[in-house]
């Protein structure tokens, strides 16, 4: 059997389409548009977070949940501006599966003073019993020091499904030292946790 350091590697790199798509029975969505280097509207560059595509497709496999992964570069940042075609299609998706939740994935700097980060707009976009859950969930797989909308609180991609459709919306940023394949013990912990909350 593949282990799991090598079934990662793999789902990170295996992209295909600008955007792939993957259904599910399990009503909840994992988003992950920052998983690719790419060049914002404003002429800056944006770099890539690393295993967020990795994390989605592995959490998925074995929840058998959806997700949608940007692969290439369009010009646009879905996180920053209100409307283009990665939330057009996600809308899409959780109105026509009837999804009960969509956690974002993002990846943060390692100088940054968490290990990973729930953004839910001060409350707004989630049950305070769904941020007890993951908080506990996390915990549990060894993952500590947890912040909780300071400094993100959510970006345009929870914002809008959250203000479109009404739907639970996590945004969970993971810092580096979460999503590095040279600290892999770390990289499961965050897979584990997710798929337990889930």
């Known amino acids: 059997m593949n282990s799991f350091s090598s079934q990662i590697q793999k789902l990170e790199h295996d992209d295909n389409n600008t955007y792939e798509i993957k259904k599910g029975k ?41 997700y949608l992964i940007k692969n290439e570069d369009t010009g646009t940042d879905p996180n920053k501006i209100n409307r283009d075609d990665f939330k057009i299609i996600l809308n899409d998706l959780i109105s026509k599966n009837k999804i009960k939740m969509m956690i974002d994935l993002h990846g943060a700097k390692r100088e940054r003073n968490f290990d990973v980060e ?38 345009q991609i929870s914002q809008t499904v959250y203000s479109d459709i009404g739907i639970e919306c996590i945004q969970l940023e993971i810092n580096y030292n979460y999503r590095n394949i040279r600290r892999i013990n770390n990289l499961k912990k965050v897979c584990r946790a997710l798929i337990n909350f889930i």
């Open 26 to 66: 399990t009503p909840i969505i994992i988003t992950s548009a920052h998983g690719i280097a790419q060049k914002r509207r404003n002429g800056k560059f944006k770099f890539a977070e690393p295993y967020t595509r990795g994390i989605a497709k592995y959490v998925s496999k074995k929840t058998d949940c959806y």
């Open 118 to 155: 729930i953004g839910t707009l001060d409350g707004k976009m989630a049950e305070q019993d769904t941020i007890n859950r993951l908080i506990d969930c996390l915990k549990k797989a060894g993952i500590k020091n947890i912040a909780l909308d300071d400094p993100f609180k959510g970006g």
